[in-house]
């Protein structure tokens, strides 16, 4: 069983930053794919963002260039740093962890940048 829970999340202006995090459990979180979604109101849940256990990265193009993920196996924790918000990054943004068990969901963080 893994356990997820984000931080990080607020009330910036248009071209702010934010770093949030995920902090999971696990005693093997090294060992997991991990990423980030995003759900705005009324629009389907959207990718954002992977980090693989070995540290690759894969970007949405809404977000590449602008964004980082990252992570800290020595805090079991992720981060997605987010730069030059705009007001269509407005959503929940929800961390995703992949172990052998299977997949594991966060309960979110909301996100809200105003113009």
């Known amino acids: 069983q893994v356990q997820l829970v984000e931080s990080g999340g607020g009330l910036v202006q248009a071209g702010g930053s934010l770093r949030l995090s995920c902090a999971a459990s696990g005693r093997i979180f090294s060992s997991y794919a991990m990423g980030w979604f995003r759900q705005a109101p009324g629009k389907e849940r959207e990718w954002v963002a992977t980090?693989?256990?070995?540290?690759?990265?894969n970007y949405a193009a809404s977000v590449k260039g602008r964004s980082t993920i990252s992570r800290d196996n020595a805090k079991n924790t992720m981060y997605l740093q987010l730069n030059k918000m705009k007001p269509e990054d407005t959503a929940v943004y929800l961390c995703?962890?992949?172990?052998?068990?299977?997949?594991?969901w966060g309960q979110g963080t909301q996100v809200t940048v105003s113009s």
């Open positions: 995703y962890a992949v172990s052998s068990d299977g997949k594991y």
């Open positions: 980090i693989t256990n070995d540290g690759s990265t």
